[in-house]
């Protein structure tokens, strides 16, 4: 797992290396190609507001992330849970996983069973389609985002218990 805080702040050169990653599973240090672990996650943050000193990212890359959140503004309680964790930090080195290399690709394998009928691929063909014929949308929905749609959908479902994906 890669977390790339405030990546808008990363040069294109930088942008570009993590867009390798992204697209080819490897990087390429020295001229050497070098394939990285699966499976291999990439989040990433973005600061939204500042502009000076930030590279906008290419669409091509947007189009390789799965979802895009924004999250506001904590709550009062949870803010204030926050600032109460910080008098309380644990140093990296003390962290502990959470689950395994192991488990994550079960729970993939289990969330790409989840039934998806050809009804519930059209209705998403035609949301995904919507965006792209939408002349307020600079840039529709591409393929590659047709397909994590699906799985986003089929990943919910088994979420939720369930072996079938619904349109909601």
Do not use: W
């Not at 942008?15 to 990433?44: C, K, N, W």
């Not at 939408?134 to 397909?147: F, H, K, Q, Y």
């Amino acid at each position: 797992m890669l977390l790339a805080d405030e990546i808008n702040r990363s040069t294109p050169r930088t942008q570009s290396a993590l867009l390798e990653v992204m697209e080819e599973h490897q990087v390429t240090v020295d001229g050497l190609a070098r394939p990285v672990p699966q499976p291999f996650f990439v989040i990433a943050t973005q600061n939204p507001i500042e502009y000076q000193g930030t590279f906008p990212l290419p669409e091509a890359q947007m189009d390789r992330f799965t979802l895009s959140l924004s999250l506001g503004y904590p709550s009062e309680a949870d803010e204030l849970l926050m600032l109460q964790r910080q008098s309380h930090r644990v140093a990296p080195e003390e962290l502990q996983p959470c689950i395994s290399l192991e488990e994550i690709q079960e729970l993939q394998r289990l969330a790409a069973q989840v039934k998806v009928t050809i009804e519930l691929q059209r209705y998403l063909l035609n949301l995904v389609r919507a965006t792209r014929e939408d002349d307020e949308i600079a840039l529709g929905v591409s393929p590659r985002g047709s397909v994590a749609l699906q799985r986003a959908t089929q990943a919910l479902a088994y979420l939720q218990g369930r072996d079938y994906a619904l349109p909601r």
